[in-house]
């Protein structure tokens, strides 16, 4: 079985273009989410789809960050356009439903990366 | 404001001996409780979890205790074998959206 697949692995763009990330989870999840890593700091919750709605978006630094996943299957994350600040490592997992419940958990499946540099 | 703190950056044990991964929160609101693995260029891989109604999970060479008084987590590895060496994540959870610490980096020698 396929795990979780990102592209592009990394991505080096100027301060003001745009970019776009693309996720793939396993199929028949239905629970997507978004994280970053900022270098040296901690793993960042970003947001979370269930098929294609998003269910919690609190994580999302501005907006100059779109998150969409049609059809309930790939996602994608655009940065427009694209600041210092926004470099690091964006990961995405997925999961089966339900994603979670009191004292539950359903285990988040996380895909390798892509590394965003912003020059 | 860090609600998962993983304050040691590193440690560094000898390869047959126990390692000890400590993890302080601060949200009373978690109920589960997950430790992740990352080596260099993947994603974190899931490890070992506990929920808040218990106080130890084991799996294996791992155990995780969990202290709630002292909003407090640990996880042990016995015994350590080089192949742990990685980074390792403390998360916690309410209803699936996960909040991490820093990270250690666990070396275990030869």
């Known amino acids: 079985e396929a795990g979780v697949t990102q592209f592009p692995s990394h991505s080096v763009i100027e301060k003001g273009q745009t970019v776009t990330l693309r996720c793939d989870p396993i199929?028949?999840?239905?629970?997507l989410y978004w994280y970053r890593r900022v270098m040296g700091k901690e793993i960042k919750f970003l947001l979370h789809?269930?098929?294609?709605?998003?269910?919690?978006e609190s994580g999302m630094p501005n907006n100059r960050f779109l998150a969409e996943r049609t059809g309930g299957t790939y996602s994608t994350l655009k940065v427009q356009p694209a600041e210092l600040e926004d470099s690091g490592v964006y990961f995405c997992?997925?999961?089966?439903?339900?994603?979670?419940?009191?004292?539950?958990?359903?285990?988040?499946?996380f895909g390798p990366g892509t590394r965003l540099t912003v020059l | 404001d860090q609600q998962v703190k993983q304050n040691s950056p590193s440690l560094s044990v000898q390869e047959g001996r126990i390692s000890i991964l400590n993890c302080d929160y601060t949200?009373?609101?978690?109920?589960?409780f997950l430790w992740y693995k990352k080596y260099p260029a993947e994603g974190p891989t899931f490890l070992i979890s506990?929920?808040?109604?218990?106080d130890k999970n084991e799996d294996g060479r791992f155990t995780v205790f969990l202290n709630k008084s002292a909003k407090h987590l640990s996880l042990h590895i016995v015994p350590s074998q080089p192949g742990d060496s990685a980074v390792y994540f403390c998360?916690?959870?309410?209803?699936?959206?996960?909040?991490f610490g820093k990270g250690i980096t666990l070396s275990v020698r030869p």
């Open positions: 506990i929920s808040s109604i218990k």
């Open positions: 997992a997925s999961s089966q439903s339900p994603a979670g419940g009191p004292y539950t958990y359903n285990e988040q499946f």
């Open positions: 949200n009373s609101m978690f109920d589960y």
């Open positions: 199929s028949g999840h239905d629970n």
């Open positions: 998360a916690a959870s309410p209803n699936s959206k996960l909040t």
């Open positions: 789809f269930v098929k294609e709605s998003k269910q919690d």
